[in-house]
Each structure stands twice: as C-alpha cells, then as structure tokens.
C-alpha cells in the first residue's frame, strides 16, 4: 500500500468542540445542503475558518473533539469545507466513527505543540506528523491498513460501492 502522505496549515481549537460548535444548530435547516452548511462549519468556534480554511489544511483540537449529539453532517461538512484532516488528544467515539465513514482522517495525537498556522505534513501509515515550520516531530498510532483504504476511497459508501462489499 502507498504511503499516504498529507499536507497543510493548522487551524489550532481548544478542549471540548462540540458538534454545535462545529454544525451550529441555527443552520439545521441546510442540513439536506451540505455545500451550504459548509460556509458556516466551526462559525461559533472561529467565525472566519470557513474563508481562510484551504484544501489540505488540518484541523487541531484538543480533548473531546466532536462531543455533543451524533451528527453526521458534522465531520462531512469538514471535508467539504477542504479539511484534509482532524487531529486531536481525543475524540468522541461517534464523531471519529462518523469522520472515517465520511473519508476524513481523525488521529489522535499530542496536539499541544501545534499552534494556529503551523505548516504540518502526516504520514497516516507510519504515525509521523511533521511540524515543518519547528522542525518538530509528533507520533501517532498509524492508522490500520483497513482505514486507510476507506479514507483513499473516500468513505465507507464509496469504499463498499468499490469493492461491491467490504473488502478488507
């Protein structure tokens, strides 16, 4: 299997993000619009990510990434938003669930290091993150060659529409 290697700039996020906070609830009624609820993801949290998020760039919380209710659009509308991962010290079992279904790496990992801006580069199959701009690396546990073919086909729907099944 190829390495998959990622590339962007870090949107730094505290403890605690919770999925109304990434999918402010005021939106539900562009929840059938994904494109549209996109221009407001993470809104309460950082009211310009939205305009100054570009393809690739990474999203860094800290403890308890996507608590709150198990929306779904919620880790959707951060890939649409061109979020190329979300790294955090922990996640909301649902939230993580939900991020690899929909095709967006979610890794846990020692985010503290990480500040607003930094350039990062990860490599998912062997658990390095490269802080570009510190010279600093963080380690992560690599994510399972299972994972990793449903994050390259783009979510388990797709992945199972690949592989007319779930192919490990």
């Given at each position: 299997?190829?390495?998959?290697?990622?590339?962007?700039?870090?949107f730094?996020?505290?403890?605690?993000?919770?999925t109304?906070l990434i999918?402010?609830?005021r939106?539900?009624?562009?929840?059938s619009?994904?494109?549209?609820?996109?221009?407001?993801?993470?809104?309460?949290a950082?009211?310009d990510?939205?305009r100054?998020?570009k393809?690739?760039d990474?999203?860094?919380?800290?403890?308890?990434?996507?608590?709150?209710s198990?929306?779904?659009?919620?880790?959707?509308?951060?890939?649409?938003?061109?979020?190329g991962?979300?790294?955090?010290?922990?996640?909301?079992?649902?939230?993580?669930r939900?991020c690899?279904?929909?095709?967006?790496?979610?890794?846990?990992?020692?985010?503290g290091?990480?500040e607003?801006?930094?350039?990062?580069e990860?490599?998912?199959a062997?658990?390095?993150?490269?802080?570009?701009d510190?010279?600093?690396?963080?380690r992560?546990?690599p994510?399972?060659?299972?994972?990793?073919?449903i994050?390259?086909?783009?979510?388990?729907?797709?992945?199972i529409?690949?592989?007319?099944g779930?192919n490990?």
């Open positions: 299997m190829e390495e998959k290697i990622l590339e962007g700039k870090s730094k996020f505290g403890d605690d993000i919770s109304d999918a402010p609830g939106y539900f009624h562009l929840r619009n994904l494109g549209e609820l996109a221009k407001h993801v993470l809104e309460d950082d009211p990510f939205a100054k998020v393809p690739g990474f999203v860094a919380g800290g403890k308890n990434f996507g608590l709150g198990s929306r779904e659009h919620a880790p959707a509308i951060i890939k649409l938003a061109g979020v991962a979300v790294l955090a010290k922990s996640f909301a079992r649902i939230f993580f939900n690899i279904n929909v095709g967006l790496p979610a890794l846990i990992c020692d985010t290091s990480i607003d801006g930094d350039r990062l990860i490599n998912l062997s658990g390095f993150i490269r802080n570009l510190k010279g600093q690396e963080i992560f546990n994510l399972p060659k299972v994972m990793i073919k994050l390259s086909d783009g979510g388990l729907t797709e992945h529409k690949k592989n007319k779930f490990l």
